[in-house]
């Protein structure tokens, strides 16, 4: 009984989550755009040049390039592979947002009824 609870509770948003995550690696492959030819740049630097070189640039925080450097030293360098940790962050993210929502709209729904 609980697994039929568990199943009519995160089936759809978990159908939703597959749809856009098969979208997102649908085009995984092709060639590198300006905006991510720039962070595998930047991410290339020294972890001091990192820090102090991004600190100029207001747009573009360090912490980003630090993991992307991060991943690219676990991962490795390729386009599709550098593309997986924005995958990962959006998977993150998706989940993160559902169970916020969640959590507000259970809370909401006990002030409403």
């Known amino acids: 009984m609980r697994f039929v609870h568990y199943c009519s509770r995160y089936f759809p948003v978990t159908i939703i989550f597959l749809f856009a995550l098969i979208i997102r690696l649908q085009h995984l492959?092709?060639?590198f755009e300006w905006d991510e030819i720039y962070s595998a740049v930047v991410s290339s630097a020294p972890y001091r040049s990192l820090f102090l070189g991004t600190r100029y640039?207001?747009?573009?925080p360090p912490l980003y390039f630090i993991v992307l450097k991060l991943w690219k030293t676990i991962v490795g360098e390729s386009e599709?592979?550098?593309?997986?940790?924005?995958?990962?962050f959006?998977?993150?993210s998706f989940w993160a947002?559902?169970?916020?929502?969640?959590?507000?709209?259970d809370n909401l729904s006990r002030y409403i009824l």
């Open 80 to 88: 599709v592979r550098l593309r997986l940790l924005s995958i990962t």
């Open 57 to 60: 640039d207001s747009g573009n």
């Open 97 to 105: 947002i559902y169970v916020q929502t969640n959590k507000k709209l």
């Open 90 to 92: 959006f998977a993150a």
């Open 29 to 31: 492959d092709y060639s």
